[in-house]
């Protein structure tokens, strides 16, 4: 009986099949997808992934697709969309990278040189956004189905593209389908904590694959040795392959599937195939597993050392065997992973030593024989496994540059770390490298705050401050616990004052210098948000020494940080016109960094004046200096923000979004993403965006941290009760706003307090709480009304707790004047509430009609639902819109729950059908039982079938 190497039939994946091809389904309705198949080596992830890809390809999909490679923890940073890139190249032609073939030569070096190196993580950003746009317009012509496999060899950098993809760019018609082996992921692989954050993003779902069972595992034997197995072989077989499809297919392979001499392990089971090669061909192959799963063949033929025919000879031999087989690109691989890892591992120690070496010796003299831009971290690889400590130090600092100049700085950072790793075992390290430990210690640290390990950046910034003599490099010492004050502060477990203090101690003993200035005024802000009053003099003194030195850049940043510092003594009036100067001088100067700086606080600070269109312009021109000097991922990330918070005030709600789209996709760590969450989360609430909830609850959940700024703690108490009430939890959202008003800092910040207490006190309007609406006016009696929102929140609280028609007059007066538009509905909504109260309906129907015309154009749905239904219960609705229907206010969505809730699901049962969660269900039929104006489930269901919103 003559038995086939590998089955061509997929067996027992009807099920799993189906799921993909429903993926790639609501893919064509224009809804993102992802489908992560896990399943444990040998299972048959491949196998199904080639058979869907298949049916998808002839139905009109069009697939690319990329593996993750093998290299050990320094991984070859994106991997899987280079080959994927490089396929797509080879057969539409350079063409379709739309005239952008240099910036992408950054993952497809063979386009040619890569633009000149920018610093910083915005250049990396820009790279993810080539390649979403590619893949959305290779995707507006037909669905694009993108496989990426192996994710759990996957690099990080690889792992951040793939989030970037699946929670940033959402990309309408691409379905993204990644396998993983789940036996791989021991509790610390990096792979564990990032499908637990895919899991939570809508459109992404998982699809585990288990093994056969007997009949499975029979149906297979018939497949592989064509004809109908003998029971006690199918018992046989699926006692020792235990239903894994691979090793089936092993068994099946041998002489005697039923043989008792086939070991158990997997190991022996592997290798059994192996021993049955000549010596020739099993000496090749155990130099081919040396190189990776996928090997070229000159690489091959220069470390195997052998006689071309004979290499030819003994390769024939083991594609016969169907071991490796040949790639799309003219190389090999290893037709499973699991043959290469048994091979591998079963090398001698000697051996294992001695083929890494020629593999490190062969690609080092000719870095061609592998894909470009591969060498560095090929080599590294291979001298780490033979044990050459020297040369494993040395390779792996240049792979950690090379890593570097691709913005791959978390694969930066773990070669360095291996550098660290190698440093006591190489006595001479200092002299290869050219740098001392602590060189190493700090430059370590500082990329692993690039790579957002701010974690590890601490722990390395800690060892390089042991390793230091703090007297006699006071500057060095300076510079680090600066950096440690910072680390501790965006982290939110300490103010970092202790380590700032140091610092400053040691900064006034050291010599004057642009550094020590620089220095200076990093301790002032540190300071900022701990004592006013300390922060206040150490920027003086940051300014005074400025002008010491002479410095006009040095002159410039402090002064930028006296203004920063100094915001909550200084009326923004006041502050303004030396904030604007230092910008000037920046500009004139070329000082970026500290035109960037300069331009937050100088948007920030007109924002506060209520110049809000002056805001959005100064913080959009402050954008693009903060990307070409790389500090986009901080300084950037506040530009972002404010000029977001600009736009929302304008009414400009989409391109808010846009700029906090782009503020969240690069990634800020800690505490610096607060700005752009809670702006973003805002806006959700207000749209009444599905995705408002789990953000909500991700920022407020800072509120944990041990130390918070005011501003950020502020504004989280003020959406804290904003969610309450958003979900419809009054007693949550009471119990929030009096815990808010506690807040010792309240006073200290008007810009932040007056919307905590204009919401609080809607709060205490709602639960009639008086004890807590008298809290809130004795404190609004104590917060100054400098601006023009302080003024009309002022009138809006005052309006809210009294509920009297004139003063909400006031409230919408001093809206007109600010300018904000959708507080000014907020504030229209309550006088047409307190109108129709008091008997006022032609009073109450212009401010509806003014509400719905701005939440109308805002796209702020919850508002114009209160608005239409205050109408409606007051008899607004004219003849054309009857309120007994109701229905031409129902979204899609509604119109999709409604269904559902007339077919008699619960609300669990329409959250598994519409994949939302069973509360967001809840809020939908709250709020169509509301529109419809009916009192409960059935009778919105009887209203679904008499108007024929079921006949769709």
Known sequence: MTAQASSEFLV??????????DALKRTRNAEPSTVLVGGEAGVGKTRLVEEFCRVATAEGARVLTGQCLELG??????????AALRRLVHTDGPEVLDGREQDFARLLPELGPPPPDAVGEARRGYLFELVAALFDRLAERQPLVLVIEDLHWADRSTRDLIGFLIRSARLPHVLLLATYRTDELHRGHPLRPFLAELDRVRGVQRADLDRLDRDGTAEMLAHLLGAEPEPRTVDAVHERAQGNPFFIEQFAASADPTCCDIP????DLLLARVDQLSDAAQRVLRVAAVGGTE??????????????????????AVVAAQLIVFDADGGYEFRHALVREAVHDDLLPGEHARLHARYAEAVEAEPQLVAMGRAPAEIAHHWYAAHDHPKALTAARRAAQAAGRRYAYAEQARLLERVLELWEQVPEAAQLLGASHLDLLEETGLVAIDAGDHQRALKLTKAALADLDVEAEPLRAARLLVRRSKLLYNAGTSDGAAEAREAYRLLRAAPPSQERVTLIADVAYALGGVDDEEAGRV?????????????????VSATITYGQVCGGR????EALPAMQAAAVRARETGDLPNLARALVNVSDTLFELGRYEESAATAAEGVPYADRVGVHRTTGVFLLANHAEALMALGRWDEADARCAEAARLDPPGTLALPWMRLRTALRLARGHEGAEPLAHRAIAFLGRQFLHRENKLSLLELRISLARHTGDPAAALTAARAAVEEPTLADRPRYGWPLLAVAATAAGESADDQLAARIRQLAGAMPQRYPSDRAYAAQLAATLTGRPELWREAVAAWRVDGQRYPLAVALLGLATAAAGAGDRPGAAEAVEEVAAVAGALGAGPLAEAADTLARRIGLRSAAHPAVTGT????????????????GLSNSGIAKQLYISPKTASVHVSRIIAKLAVASRGEAAAVAHRLGLLDD
């Open 12 to 21: 027992g994946r009807e099920a799993d099949l189906a799921v993909l091809r």
């Open 73 to 82: 923890e320094e991984g070859l940073p994106f991997a899987p969309f280079a």
């Open 264 to 267: 158990h392990s997997l190991r």
């Open 295 to 316: 090997f070229g063949h000159e690489l091959l033929s220069r470390v195997a050392g052998i006689d071309e025919a004979d290499l030819e000879s003994a390769l024939r």
């Open 539 to 555: 920027a003086e003194e940051a300014m005074a020494a400025a002008r010491e030195v002479g410095d006009v850049s040095a002159q």
């Open 570 to 573: 200084l009326s923004a009036v």
């Open 888 to 903: 031409e206010t129902l979204t899609d969505r509604e119109r999709e729950v409604l269904r559902l809730v007339a077919e």
